[in-house]
Nanobody
């Protein structure tokens, strides 16, 4: 059984930092990328950052220059370093494992990030 377990969310003041971690366990094959999405109340889920098996990264426009995604391929772990946090970064952050167009993605249960002004 595949499980994605996220950690590191919480409450932080604007300008602060948080680091999210996600460990994917179980038999997972065909991983092409791992990453993070977020969903704020009343809004659609959006890409925050992703990283491929060879280290290519992709960021949402609103987090470029502030967030950094990294990955430990050997342990199926993905990290998100979030700096200079803003109140608009407040959302539930979801870990994602992408397996290309033919296989379904895996998702974590989500971790709350709240940035106070």
């Amino acid at each position: 059984q595949v499980q994605l377990v996220e950690s590191g969310g919480g409450l932080v003041q604007a300008g602060g930092s948080l680091r999210l971690s996600c460990v994917a366990s179980g038999r997972i094959f065909g991983i092409t990328a791992m990453g993070w999405y977020r969903q704020a109340p009343g809004k659609q889920r959006e890409l925050v950052a992703s990283i491929t098996n060879v280290g290519s990264t992709n960021y949402g426009d609103s987090v470029k220059g502030r967030f950094t995604v990294s990955r430990d391929n050997a342990n199926n772990t993905v990290f998100l370093q979030m700096n200079s946090l803003k109140p608009e970064d407040t959302a539930v952050y979801y870990c994602n494992v992408n397996r290309g167009p033919l296989l379904r993605d895996y998702w974590g249960q989500g971790t709350q990030v709240t940035v106070s002004s």
